[in-house]
């Protein structure tokens, strides 16, 4: 790269921009964002920007918490993780919770596939597996970027 003449310039003239990952992250945050009570709603994922863009709360997540045979609500609802995994979790969430005394149970998840190491989470990038909870509708896909937004239903 620093051997290679090469014009900076031209990343600008592109257009590629306006398909890039931050481009989508705020577009995301903004769809959300027009979702009813967003600004009480937890969002799950591995990142706050979406949070920022949807003005919503944030439970962070790296997706290889827990067991690897844990299923999609036990690792929604953070069942099996370790104290560890439980305490770094609260400490990024929005509003942190690092005395652990909230334990926020997610509105949505924003599943990141390039990102995930849980086995039983791959169905997510198929949304029509009939492995994916029935409380979980799904809000967006992008199979290019392995970008998808679930909204959970609880009852």
């Known amino acids: 790269l620093f051997n290679d003449n090469f014009d900076w310039k031209d990343i600008?003239?592109?257009?590629?921009?306006?398909?890039?990952?931050?481009?989508?992250?705020?577009e995301i945050g903004e769809m959300l964002s027009k979702e009813p009570d967003i600004e009480n709603k937890y969002i799950m994922t591995n990142g706050n920007a979406f949070a920022y863009y949807a003005n919503s709360k944030y439970v962070f997540v790296q997706f290889r918490e827990g067991p690897q045979d844990a299923t999609i609500m036990d690792y929604v609802t953070r069942q099996g993780w370790s104290d560890f995994e439980i305490a770094f979790s609260n400490v990024e969430c929005i509003p942190?919770?690092?005395?652990?005394?909230?334990?926020?149970?997610?509105?949505?998840?924003?599943?990141?596939?390039?990102?995930?190491?849980?086995?039983?989470?791959?169905?997510?990038?198929?949304?029509?597996?009939?492995?994916?909870?029935?409380?979980?509708?799904?809000l967006y896909e992008n199979y290019k970027s392995g970008i998808f937004v679930y909204k959970i239903k609880h009852e």
């Open 12 to 26: 600008f003239r592109s257009h590629d921009y306006e398909l890039s990952t931050a481009n989508e992250v705020k």
């Open 96 to 138: 942190n919770d690092r005395y652990n005394k909230y334990n926020p149970l997610p509105d949505y998840l924003i599943y990141l596939d390039k990102q995930n190491k849980i086995p039983s989470l791959w169905v997510l990038k198929n949304p029509d597996d009939p492995n994916i909870p029935k409380n979980f509708e799904l």
